[in-house]
């Protein structure tokens, strides 16, 4: 049983949940239904890890969106991904003291009308004009309602203006335990780090660990965390889960990029479901969950259409659990010389063992 925290329902019935967002394979989908994705970084490895991680996992289309010097490496890298040269920096503006922005992020926004879903950092770097850029596109994302994953250096413009994502539902964030006490520094608010919160042991360290992540997600009006450790705590500021499936002992780089593009793709199975792209087999739910309650019946209902609120949890929890299965299985195989790519080639194999093809899917032809 996954060890679990204000939400009491186990791995299993978790998992089960998760199936009922997963699209089938049926022959009716034309290609781009069953996600389009695309990455936002700006160098090489960690968007390619990213961008192909939610490739294997099963979206249609995966993007990268990257600086222009990075875009054949990425391509070279694999010809899988679509790779577009359109992130500007400081070294391709003409004067970079007096730059329009709306211009410049122009290009990138004029993709989001085909885009299901986004992830906002890998290898972005710090260039103050690459930042500036990518600080408008969330902004238009987030007014076209667009779900998108932060992490890396996507979190430092939220450390930078928090009212970016404040209120903004349809957000996850992957702060590391450095990552979390930056942004909750930035927000003035007073939490247990992580590794305080270890350090002080005890039976309720899990308890813990989950109150500072609710308090961090409350003070950003509630977007959804994935608070990265020994085990993950996923919160919306109402409820909390734990992902603790095992994973590797290995803590090489680039482990998190397969956690953000499980997640987006994770988000546009999940904007497909509530768009009832196929029949679930479920009844409609007038209610949107407003509390753990609400989402506990959600998750032990066998026949209830589920809310954006828990939809949004599962896929969150769902997408921890796989990176973490992704990281047991590569350990196993390679030991302490396991890499970033080990995790990549294990992303399909963790999903059919932790979650499987829901009913209904026309996988044996």
Same mark, same amino acid.
């Given at each position: 049983?996954?060890?679990?925290?204000?939400?009491?329902? &186990?791995?299993?019935?978790?998992?089960?949940?998760?199936?009922?967002?997963?699209?089938? $394979?049926?022959?009716?989908?034309?290609?781009?239904?069953?996600?389009?994705?695309?990455?936002?970084?700006?160098? #090489?490895?960690?968007?390619?890890?990213?961008?192909?991680?939610?490739?294997?996992?099963?979206?249609?289309?995966?993007?990268?969106?990257?600086?222009?010097?990075? /875009?054949?490496?990425?391509?070279?890298?694999? =010809?899988?991904?679509?790779?577009?040269?359109?992130?500007?920096?400081?070294?391709?503006?003409?004067?970079?003291?007096?730059?329009?922005?709306?211009?410049?992020?122009? =290009?990138?926004?004029?993709?989001?009308?085909?885009?299901?879903?986004?992830?906002?950092?890998?290898?972005?770097?710090?260039?103050?004009? #690459?930042?500036?850029?990518?600080?408008?596109?969330?902004?238009?994302?987030?007014?076209?309602?667009?779900?998108?994953?932060?992490?890396?250096? *996507?979190?430092?413009?939220?450390?930078?203006?928090?009212?970016?994502?404040? *209120?903004?539902?349809?957000?996850?964030? #992957?702060?590391?335990?450095?990552?979390?006490?930056?942004?909750?520094?930035?927000?003035?608010?007073?939490?247990?780090?992580? /590794?305080?919160?270890?350090?002080?042991?005890?039976?309720?360290?899990?308890?813990?660990?989950?109150?500072?992540?609710?308090?961090?997600?409350?003070?950003?009006? *509630?977007?959804?965390?994935?608070?990265?450790?020994?085990?993950?705590?996923?919160?919306?500021?109402?409820?909390?889960?734990?992902?603790?499936?095992?994973?590797?002992?290995?803590?090489?780089?680039?482990?998190?990029?397969?956690?953000?593009? &499980?997640?987006?793709?994770?988000?546009?199975?999940?904007? /497909?479901?509530?768009?009832?792209?196929?029949?679930?087999?479920?009844?409609?739910? %007038?209610?949107?969950?407003?509390?753990?309650?609400?989402?506990?019946?959600?998750?032990?209902?066998?026949?209830?259409? $589920?809310? =954006?609120?828990?939809?949004?949890?599962?896929?969150?929890?769902?997408?921890?659990?796989?990176?973490? %299965?992704?990281?047991?299985?590569?350990?196993?195989?390679?030991?302490?010389?396991?890499?970033?790519?080990?995790?990549?080639?294990?992303?399909?194999? /963790?999903?059919?063992?932790?979650?499987?093809?829901? %009913?209904?899917?026309?996988?044996?032809?």
């Amino acid at each position: 049983m996954e060890s679990v925290h204000h939400v009491s329902v &186990s791995s299993k019935i978790l998992f089960s949940k998760v199936r009922k967002i997963v699209p089938p $394979m049926l022959e009716k989908f034309h290609k781009g239904q069953l996600g389009r994705v695309a990455v936002i970084g700006g160098y #090489t490895g960690a968007p390619y890890f990213s961008a192909m991680a939610s490739a294997r996992l099963g979206c249609d289309m995966s993007h990268v969106l990257c600086e222009p010097t990075a /875009a054949p490496v990425i391509k070279g890298y694999s =010809p899988n991904l679509m790779v577009h040269p359109l992130l500007p920096s400081i070294d391709t503006v003409e004067d970079p003291n007096s730059i329009d922005v709306s211009s410049l992020a122009g =290009p990138i926004i004029g993709m989001l009308s085909r885009l299901h879903a986004l992830v906002i950092g890998p290898g972005l770097g710090r260039d103050g004009v #690459t930042l500036k850029v990518v600080a408008e596109v969330i902004r238009e994302a987030r007014s076209r309602s667009i779900p998108f994953v932060l992490d890396a250096d *996507g979190l430092l413009i939220v450390t930078e203006d928090p009212n970016l994502v404040k *209120g903004y539902k349809d957000c996850i964030l #992957t702060p590391n335990v450095v990552e979390f006490g930056r942004l909750a520094k930035a927000l003035g608010i007073e939490v247990a780090s992580p /590794a305080e919160v270890a350090k002080s042991g005890g039976s309720d360290v899990t308890s813990k660990e989950s109150d500072a992540c609710e308090q961090l997600s409350r003070a950003l009006g *509630g977007v959804t965390i994935v608070q990265k450790g020994p085990h993950d705590v996923i919160s919306n500021g109402v409820t909390s889960i734990i992902a603790d499936t095992k994973g590797g002992l290995k803590r090489s780089g680039g482990q998190g990029d397969t956690l953000t593009g &499980s997640l987006a793709t994770l988000l546009a199975w999940r904007m /497909a479901y509530h768009d009832k792209l196929w029949d679930s087999g479920e009844k409609d739910n %007038e209610k949107e969950a407003q509390n753990k309650e609400d989402v506990q019946a959600e998750l032990e209902s066998e026949n209830m259409r $589920m809310s =954006p609120a828990t939809t949004l949890l599962l896929a969150a929890w769902a997408g921890s659990s796989i990176t973490r %299965e992704c990281s047991r299985r590569a350990f196993k195989a390679k030991g302490r010389s396991m890499q970033a790519s080990d995790l990549t080639d294990e992303v399909h194999h /963790a999903f059919l063992v932790l979650i499987g093809e829901p %009913e209904g899917s026309q996988t044996h032809l």
